[in-house]
């Protein structure tokens, strides 16, 4: 009700003449002072005065009061006439404060309504002084009110025409404007009547210049008597439409590809022929796509090596390709239409079956493994699965299978080499522990019969002859542990436990540790430890293992140097500033016989020595670079080493930088 009011405006507008003039006859034909034409709008517990004649203020200019001032209202509730010749008697609204705010004594009210019948309100009469209606009272309102009516509905058909005419033209519009092609053509002479600028644009033509065309200029396929003869059924009436696909050809001569639906209509203005195309050139090329991706998919399908088949929801085979025929060992026309699970051995069909409705639209692919008896041979193969839902429910499951049966005996045996080898390390393990304690027991005991005889009133002589054993014993003794360090990096069982360790004191180990080695060889060379003031008083790294580096590169560097120096040199980052987080350099240099460039990465490699004749001399197992370096790696740490130009006091300088960052391993 409430929508129908506002549409119709008979509620919140302006006064319009149309009703007023009604409101006017009323009070001169009657001769009262007051005639309203009064709306109930129970949604908002108003009446509204469409129009209003002779009603005093404030209600002539608010147009409205409450519902509790409303005589109308009993007229839309009853749907007849209300007459009240005093309503202060009146029983039915004697206690109405419009009786006072209105100034309301005598009424009279017909009711009005809508154009489905519905009562909206009233035509109404009002005398501020009792009065007796009449029988021509009556029937004189009862005219005018369904006057009110009348145009009530006149004002609904006029917005019915409006809106009616503003959908057609926005419908024309739409028409007009769409990127379809729409035509209408005469059914005598076939000349185009009205051409959409969809069709024009598509076409290339002026709609003055169309005008001039018919249907079968614009289609190359047709002859003149051949369109008439594939036009006259539906001229005849004998269908209703038809459809069908062509070609047009634009103004400027290429052609395209249309979907076209003509129809034969009949209204006021005689027949016609109208015409839906829908340009298809992008439907040609996906359906050329698709045969292509078919034909594609069929060359696939049939010569891939793997087993393929696609199954209904119920997996039961629709398509197999050769291999997998060849896989279960029966013809394609005698799998197609079986159960899937079927050609495999009972006592997995449940499994598969289970296997194959675990997808869902979440995850619809899966694999599984299937071993068993499959042509007579043992095969392990990889399903391969995904199952095609459309809105939620399971349509096909397609599946590719992969033979892995070598892969698995492959596989099978490298987890038994695995295990020899893990043997075999244990193995080496228990042999390392008892060579070392086999080896270096009874070398200890050599060692100390030699320092013995050295100590001992003996010849001179015997005494150098003990000191060259000695030495051999400790060159022995050297290679053991550097075979030893190697075995254990080989076999991953080199631990670093880095901790926050005093540098100076370590430092000093290592210079101790250089001049006793320097003492047994009996060498006249100089060392030096130089630790430079940024150098932070802890550490974090591995005292032990940066000892064994640092010892390792103590000895090479005695071991070719005949004469003058070997130093040590502690510091953070680079001398000229270092910042909290520089790593931790330890250089240690020599002025022995240095190292030629194209060699110096060879040295770092196993069992590699520089060969010359400094080296033969000073013979070894070219261990103890490789395994010092692989080492620091393990720490996070680099080793290096340069040669300074002829003209710099050192010769060769290896350089240990630490990372301030934990290491682990």
């Given at each position: ?480 542990v550097n075979v030893l360090e190697l075995s254990r990096v080989e076999a991953n069982a080199v631990e670093i436990t880095p901790k926050m360790t005093e540098i100076r004191p370590l430092a000093e180990q290592w210079l101790e540790t250089a001049i006793a080695t320097n003492h047994r060889l009996g060498k006249p060379i100089k060392m030096s430890l130089d630790i430079a003031e940024n150098t932070p008083e802890l550490f974090n790294l591995d005292p032990r293992r940066v000892t064994q580096i640092i010892n390792n590169l103590t000895d090479n560097a005695l071991k070719f140097t005949k004469s003058g120096r070997v130093d040590i040199h502690v510091c953070q980052g680079s001398q000229s500033g270092a910042s909290q987080n520089a790593p931790l350099e330890i250089t240690v240099s020599d002025t022995g016989c240095g190292i030629v460039v194209e060699k110096r990465a060879a040295i770092f490699e196993r069992f590699v020595q520089v060969d010359d004749a400094q ?51």
């Amino acid at each position: 009700m409430e929508q129908s009011l506002r549409r119709l405006s008979l509620v919140d507008s302006p006064p319009t003449e149309d009703f007023d003039r009604f409101t006017r006859l009323v009070t001169k034909a009657l001769g009262v002072p007051v005639a309203l034409v009064c709306v109930i709008d129970a949604a908002n517990n108003r009446q509204f005065f469409t129009s209003a004649c002779g009603l005093n203020e404030p209600w002539a200019s608010q147009r409205q009061t409450p519902l509790s001032h409303s005589f109308c209202k009993h007229v839309v509730a009853s749907g007849k006439p209300l007459m009240v010749e005093d309503a202060r008697d009146h029983p039915l609204v004697r206690d109405n404060p419009a009786i006072d705010d209105l100034n309301i004594t005598a009424y009279l009210g017909f009711p009005v309504t809508l154009p489905d019948g519905e009562i909206l309100g009233t035509l109404s009469a009002i005398d501020h002084q009792p009065r007796q209606w009449s029988g021509d009272d009556l029937s004189v309102l009862a005219d005018l009110a369904a006057s009110v009516t009348s145009q009530i509905r006149l004002r609904a058909a006029v917005l019915i025409s409006e809106s009616t005419r503003k959908a057609a033209n926005r419908f024309g519009r739409i028409i007009e404007n769409s990127h379809h092609e729409v035509f209408t053509f005469d059914p005598d002479t076939l000349l185009f009547a009205n051409v959409n600028k969809g069709a024009r644009h598509n076409l290339g033509y002026t709609l003055d210049e169309i005008r001039q065309l018919t249907p079968v200029d614009i289609k190359p396929g047709f002859e003149w008597s051949e369109f008439e003869r594939f036009v006259k059924p539906l001229k005849d009436g004998e269908t209703s439409e038809l459809e069908f696909e062509t070609h047009h050809e634009r103004k400027d001569g290429t052609r395209y590809p249309v979907s076209i639906r003509l129809e034969h209509h009949h209204d006021a203005g005689g027949a016609v022929f109208i015409a839906f195309c829908i340009d298809i050139t992008e439907r040609r090329h996906l359906e050329h796509a698709l045969l292509e991706e078919s034909e594609n998919f069929s060359a696939l399908f049939n010569h891939v090596n793997e087993p393929m088949a696609i199954l209904e929801p119920d997996t039961t085979i629709l398509l197999a390709n050769p291999a997998c025929s060849d896989l279960f060992g029966h013809p394609i026309e005698d799998l197609v239409g079986t159960r899937f699970a079927y050609h495999f051995s009972k006592n997995t069909q449940i499994e598969i079956m289970r296997n194959l409705a675990t997808a869902t639209p979440q995850n619809p692919s899966f694999s599984f493994v299937q071993e068993q008896e499959l042509n007579g041979q043992r095969k392990t193969m990889i399903w391969s699965n995904i199952t095609h839902f459309v809105n939620g429910k399971a349509t096909k499951i397609s599946l590719i299978a992969n033979d892995v049966t070598e892969l698995n005996a492959a596989k099978v045996r490298a987890e038994e080499s695995a295990a020899e080898a893990k043997k075999a390390i244990e193995i080496r393990k228990v042999f390392l522990a008892n060579m070392s304690h086999e080896v270096r027991t009874p070398l200890n005991a050599i060692m100390g019969l030699f320092q013995l005889i050295q100590m001992a009133d003996v010849p001179e002589r015997q005494k150098k002859q003990a000191q060259v054993g000695l030495d051999a014993s400790h060159h022995l003794l050297s290679q053991l542990v550097n075979v030893l360090e190697l075995s254990r990096v080989e076999a991953n069982a080199v631990e670093i436990t880095p901790k926050m360790t005093e540098i100076r004191p370590l430092a000093e180990q290592w210079l101790e540790t250089a001049i006793a080695t320097n003492h047994r060889l009996g060498k006249p060379i100089k060392m030096s430890l130089d630790i430079a003031e940024n150098t932070p008083e802890l550490f974090n790294l591995d005292p032990r293992r940066v000892t064994q580096i640092i010892n390792n590169l103590t000895d090479n560097a005695l071991k070719f140097t005949k004469s003058g120096r070997v130093d040590i040199h502690v510091c953070q980052g680079s001398q000229s500033g270092a910042s909290q987080n520089a790593p931790l350099e330890i250089t240690v240099s020599d002025t022995g016989c240095g190292i030629v460039v194209e060699k110096r990465a060879a040295i770092f490699e196993r069992f590699v020595q520089v060969d010359d004749a400094q080296t033969r001399e000073n013979s070894g197992s070219g261990l103890g670079l490789a395994i010092s370096r692989e080492l620091a790696e393990l720490m996070g740490a680099s080793l290096d080493v340069t040669c300074p130009s002829p003209q710099g006091c050192y010769a060769t300088i290896f350089s240990l930088r630490l990372k301030t960052v934990e290491y682990s391993r």
